[in-house]
Every structure is written in C-alpha cells, then in structure tokens.
C-alpha cells in the first residue's frame, strides 16, 4: 500500500498561547506536509514561534476552537485536511495513519481515540465525560464511536460542504454529526494520548466546561439533515 502524497495535506493546528508546545508540534509535522497555524489571539509570542519553526499562520480575532479551525479550513488549500491540538497531547507525526484511511477509500472522516499513556494524563471526569458524550452521539447518529477527540482528517471541499456553524467548543461534534447526516463513513485509529502542556482552555475552568456543555447541547439539538451522500 502506497503512502498518501505529502504535498496533499494541511494540517490545520489551533493556537491560544502555546509558545512551549509549538516547537514540538511542528517538529513532528510530517516532511513535505504544511503547518497552518491559527492564533487565536495568543499573548506569548506563539505566532512568531510558530513562523520561526516553518508554519504558516493565520489571524482569527473571534475566540473560540471552531472559529480557529474553521479559519485554518479556509485557509487550507490541500485536498486532505487534518487538525491536531497545538498543546502536544498528540502527536502530529502519526497523522498519516489516519490519512491513509481516507486515501484509501475506507472513510470520509478519520479521528485519533485517544489512548491514554500514564495516570493523570486524561483524569477520569474527563473520561466519563466523554464516554457520556459518545453514548449520546450513538442515539443522534447511529455512530459507534468510543472518543471524539481533536485529532481527525477528511478531504477539505466535503468538510466545507457540511456547512459548520458552531464557532465554540461545539464545533468537533458537530462535524461528526453533520458528517453521520450525510452519510460519510467514520472511523477511528488509535493514537497515544501524552500529558499536555499547559492548562486546558475549555475544561481548565469551570466556565469554560460550562460553555462546552451548552455548545454541545445545542449541537446535540440540531435538527438531522437529509440523509446524502455526497462525498467521491
């Protein structure tokens, strides 16, 4: 099996002040695939690190991880997206794997299971949290799915067709339901899951994990979409 072109890939990689991780993640890019940084409106010189290592990078004044990821899609001009934390939790390296399942046919939209690599790495609130949160995924789309995490890749033109809206913490879900609406093929991959730097922006704080739980209840409230599929 032949490995999927480098010059087809974006990695798209959301950015609020991680100046520490940055060397690290963008050191485990992939050779001949391109960093697409996109601050967020850091205040440690994360942009100027980021361009410094090789990344291009982008602007998005609106706070918040959709409105991040959605301006690196934009900004994307590779026919095979990924997105990958920027807080080096997961490791850009192994990003291939889960482009080869796109590549090869076997899926539309790819994500990273986190798989944790010590004690203290994913604290069992969050866990829980997200097995939750999976289970009520399965009831809304019929997807079997055990994490859904940051790490993912799918061909750009399809993910700018599902018409994403949430600009919040909400925004992964909802491509995998708007992706399960369409009828795309969902699988994931394991990948190792390490101590992150840093503090977490959403579930850091309690009003940010209170701000992720109203965005995904509103994802979760969206309407189904007519059943299509509509991707090559």
């Known amino acids: 099996m032949t490995e999927p072109s480098p010059a087809a ?20 890019i992939p050779p001949g695939w391109r960093a697409v940084v996109v601050d967020n409106g850091s205040s440690d010189g994360s942009a100027g690190i980021a361009e410094t290592h090789g990344a291009t990078v982008v602007y998005e004044s609106r706070r918040g991880f959709g409105a991040a990821c959605h301006t ?11 997105f990958c934390d920027c807080d080096a939790s997961l490791d850009p390296g192994l990003l291939p794997a889960l482009v080869r399942e796109v590549e090869v046919g076997r899926a539309e939209l790819v994500l990273g299971r986190r798989r944790p690599t010590g004690q203290g790495v994913w604290p069992a609130h969050a866990r ?8 009520m995924v399965r009831q809304r789309t019929g997807l079997r799915l055990r994490d859904l995490g940051p790490m993912r890749a799918a061909r750009r033109e399809a993910l700018l067709d599902l018409g994403l809206t949430d600009r919040r913490s909400g925004y992964p879900l909802e491509m995998v339901v708007r992706a399960a609406d369409a009828g795309w093929r969902v699988r994931e991959v394991d990948v190792p899951y390490l101590p992150r730097a840093g503090k977490s922006k959403v579930t850091g704080t309690w009003r940010g994990t209170w701000q992720a739980v109203e965005d995904i209840r509103a994802v979760l409230a969206l309407p189904p ?8």
């Not at 690196?72 to 990924?82: H, K, N, R, S």
């Not at 829980?128 to 289970?135: A, E, F, P, Y």
């Not at 979409?225 to 090559?232: A, E, K, L, S």
């Open 72 to 82: 690196g899609l934009e900004a994307a001009t590779a026919d095979v997206v990924c």
């Open 128 to 135: 829980v949290g997200n097995l939750v949160l999976s289970r």
């Open 9 to 28: 890939v974006d990695v798209v990689l959301p950015c609020l002040n991680e100046a520490a991780a940055l060397p690290w993640v963008l050191a485990r």
């Open 225 to 232: 979409m007519p059943n299509r599929r509509d991707v090559p």
